[in-house]
């Protein structure tokens, strides 16, 4: 799962945004960089790490967001 | 913006407004409300846009149907629910297949290997379309600079804007516009603004790809049948459901979907290598039913070397592996929009459609060889997009009835006003428990089809009219789930009347294959309300020679076959 976007080596040209398949990343318009804004949606595809200029600036692990199986929600 | 909390014990709660919203009271003084910021329809915006041809979708088949349409001088407009080129499953392929008789390739012993590892499900038409047109798709992607990269993607993308094609990305799109029996254009949303888009087309060109049930392992997530969705609703017939994926993940880290793929994440790689035999894995769902836990991967022993590019999951090779990795999904280019001919055009005069939402049957019950998804919907696009532009060029512009559309702006936001009711990632959940587990999709029985069915059922009827959808974000995934599901019932009615097994189409209680009755297509269609199976001959002349024995007919048989 995409588990953090540093704001320090963000240079917010908002690539991984809109790159992302499942819409998981948007836009601060305050700090305007990239927030982690739907973690539970990410599938793990690397598309935003492959193209964002500052390769480090992702964080993604290998485990993905679960929702526990409940009766009704 | 959260509410509150809990109201009890009688409290009661004054109406106001919120956001737009009316806070509803209750006798119970209970008025803790799911959805913290509704949105009545009233206060949806809309935009406009009026154009010639109108593709939905932006992935291999969307882009080359775009650039193909806007060549012809008209007015295109592209859709994509994420961004060009790294949309849907096109950023995960790694190898295009190319016919090339300057390299030696003889059509007539390709066409043989496709028509066996294709079970005789294969349409030769589009066979044809693809053997003609592969090598001339790989030189424009060399033109565009797309090979030779990793990140062809954004590649791809420049090239669309430079062709000058109006582009509409982060944008779902619902429901196809019919009008007098012809599609005259689309409705969808953005993702992150309560605005109706509406879309006046002359043609409409379906790329939208093929789904899955958001599976993990294959980062296949983002495609949910759209396509096939919105055409069923219009009354096309959807084929090719009976037959299913069979990616795999690992089993170390399951959900690590772009690790299997990423030591190969070098870009488009040329290929020339259609199957000559069987696909081990086609074996996995009997293994394990047998509890033969840990399946290793291990490649064909007829594979002598791996395709330029290096093989898909080589790092895999010798580890343990969790199939079903693709739960939802298809055979690549073996499911969609049936075609009313060879020229990518569905029945309805308006609608056309390419790549993996386009039944073309170009590789029939099993993937037949590496490469040849993307090389196929890189050829079905560019012939689309020249078929919708033809007729785009002929047809009158058409004026849209207001209650139809206005019918369709409620389908829509319906989820979005709605005040309490359920979450589209819990009913997509309960989707996912009755549809990924390997005896309900990859290895077949009529009791389990018909049980996952009854359970599907009840989802589509009584879940999802109570949908909610905090926000348009939310409102795609409310769309989703609702296509998710009409894909599950596809699966499973075609799985259930298909009384054979044929390919990756395994049924435990029909275990051979049956070439007097099944030498046949299965088609989904809506008919009174509900949906009908139909079976649909191949035609003759493409029928294998009867004569010859299973093991001459096919590359392998099954226990039991003569």
Not at chain 2, 124 to 142: C, H, I, N, P, Q
Not at chain 2, 156 to 175: A, C, F, H, P, W
Not at chain 2, 374 to 402: D, F, H, M, N, T
């Amino acid at each position: 799962m995409i588990e953090k976007i540093d704001p320090n080596l963000c240079v917010g040209c908002g690539t991984c945004m809109l790159s992302c398949p499942m819409d998981v990343i948007r836009m601060d318009k305050k700090t305007e960089k990239a927030f982690i804004a739907y973690p539970e949606d990410c599938q793990l595809c690397y598309i935003c790490k492959n193209l964002c200029p500052e390769n480090e600036a992702i964080t993604i692990s290998p485990y993905k967001c679960v929702r526990p199986m409940v009766g009704w929600d | 913006m959260q509410l509150s909390g809990n109201h009890t014990g009688g409290e009661k709660i004054s109406p106001k407004e919120m956001e737009g919203g009316v806070f509803m009271t209750s006798d119970r003084g209970d008025a803790f409300l799911r959805n913290s910021g509704p949105k009545p329809i009233s206060q949806v915006t809309q935009d406009e846009i009026e154009t010639d041809v109108l593709v939905i979708g932006g992935g291999m088949a969307g882009i080359f149907a775009a650039i193909k349409a806007k060549e012809k001088g008209l007015d295109v407009t592209m859709t994509v629910k994420g961004a060009i080129g790294s949309s849907g499953m096109t950023p995960f392929a790694n190898t295009f297949m190319v016919f090339d008789e300057t390299r030696g390739h003889q059509r007539e012993e390709w066409i043989e290997k496709f028509r066996k590892s294709g079970e005789y499900m294969v349409n030769l038409d589009y066979l044809d379309m693809f053997l003609d047109d592969s090598k001339a798709r790989w030189e424009d992607l060399v033109s565009w600079g797309a090979i030779g990269v990793n990140e062809f993607g954004p590649v791809l993308r420049k090239q669309v804007l430079k062709s000058g094609v109006r582009t509409l990305e982060r944008v779902m799109i619902t429901d196809l516009l019919k009008q007098n029996g012809q599609i005259v254009g689309a409705i969808g949303f953005p993702l992150e603004e309560d605005k109706m888009i509406v879309i006046r087309a002359k043609a409409t060109i379906m790329c939208a790809g093929p789904g899955g049930f958001k599976p993990n392992g294959y980062p296949i997530s983002s495609v949910t049948h759209d396509g096939d969705a919105m055409a069923y609703r219009v009354g096309v017939e959807i084929g090719g459901k009976e037959f299913v994926d069979f990616h795999f993940t690992n089993a170390e880290h399951p959900a690590d979907s772009w690790f299997n793929w990423y030591t190969h994440h070098n870009g488009i790689n040329r290929s020339e290598t259609p199957l000559s035999g069987k696909m081990p894995v086609i074996d996995n769902p009997r293994q394990v039913h047998e509890g033969m836990i840990p399946i290793v991967f291990l490649l064909p022993p007829w594979l002598k070397e791996p395709p330029p590019g290096g093989f898909p999951n080589a790092s895999l090779i010798g580890k343990e592996i969790i199939g079903n990795a693709g739960a939802g999904l298809g055979i690549h280019k073996s499911e969609g929009i049936w075609p009313a001919n060879e020229k990518c055009a569905s029945k309805i005069p308006g609608l056309y459609a390419a790549g993996d939402g386009l039944c073309s049957m170009l590789c029939g019950a099993v993937y037949t060889g590496l490469g040849t998804s993307l090389s196929g919907s890189a050829c079905q696009g560019a012939r689309a997009g020249q078929a919708a532009a033809e007729y785009a060029s002929r047809a009158k512009k058409s004026v849209i009835v207001v209650d139809e559309f206005g019918r369709l702006k409620e389908g829509t936001f319906e989820p979005r006003s709605r005040q309490k009711g359920f979450t589209p990632a819990w009913v997509t959940q309960q989707l996912q428990n009755v549809m990924m587990p390997y005896y309900v999709l990859l290895l077949k029985k009529q009791g389990r089809l018909e049980a996952a069915l009854e359970n599907i059922e009840f989802l589509r009827d009584h879940l999802v009219p109570k949908l909610i959808a905090r926000d348009p974000h939310e409102l795609r995934l409310a769309h989703e789930t609702k296509n998710m599901l009409l894909n599950a019932e596809m699966k499973l009615r075609a799985g259930l009347f298909r009384t054979e097994t044929r390919g990756s189409h395994i049924r435990e209680d029909h275990p051979v294959r049956k070439d007097t009755e099944w030498l046949a297509w299965v088609l989904c269609k809506e008919e009174d309300g509900k949906m009908k199976c139909v079976k649909e001959p191949i035609p003759v002349k493409w029928r294998p020679d009867l004569s010859l024995p299973m093991d001459q007919r096919y590359w392998y048989t099954l226990p039991g076959e003569v």
